[in-house]
């Protein structure tokens, strides 16, 4: 695919939906998950409305979408500013290495420093060993378990 020079970052826009379906479509099936068309819709629409906490940035390749960064803003009980979650990540496999999820992460870094947000955090299965890679470079590790309910 060629190197990160030729990777741009943008924000999302309605006429993304394809291509924002088929680029989270295929990250939800590597958690071996499906979602019914009601939760794409109302995410999407979120994505794209100022009312919203909710982001996404595209990363494109010669123009074509080869990865996206889902994240939301919110209140934090230890902190007066807002901090950042980045929910979801990710990059079409023949993108992955290029610098594609580094450049994603690194927009979200810039997003939260335009909102004065001081924390950027975020979750991955112990198994998903090619990003943990990445992560282990630009973020730090922290020794929290996640639980939930159901």
Not at 33 to 40: D, N, S
Not at 77 to 82: A, S, Y
Not at 95 to 111: D, F, M, P, S, W
């Amino acid at each position: 695919m060629g190197d990160d020079t030729n990777i741009s970052v943008r924000s999302l826009t309605r006429a993304d939906e394809p291509q924002w379906r088929r680029l989270w479509s295929d990250y939800l099936r590597f958690y071996e998950t499906e979602l019914p068309e009601e939760v794409y819709l109302t995410t999407f629409d979120r994505l794209l409305s100022d009312e919203e906490p909710q982001h996404c940035l595209i990363a494109e390749c010669a123009g074509r979408p080869v990865g996206l960064v889902h994240f939301i803003f919110h209140r934090h009980n230890w902190r007066v500013e807002d901090v950042c979650y980045l929910q979801d990540l990710y990059a079409d496999p023949d993108a992955r290495g290029t610098g594609v999820g580094r450049a994603l992460i690194e927009a979200v870094y810039a997003a939260a420093d335009t909102a004065k947000a001081p924390t950027v955090y975020w979750l991955t299965q112990e198994f998903n060993t090619t990003a943990r890679k990445l992560y282990d470079r630009i973020g730090t590790l922290t020794p929290f378990i996640k639980y939930q309910r159901g």
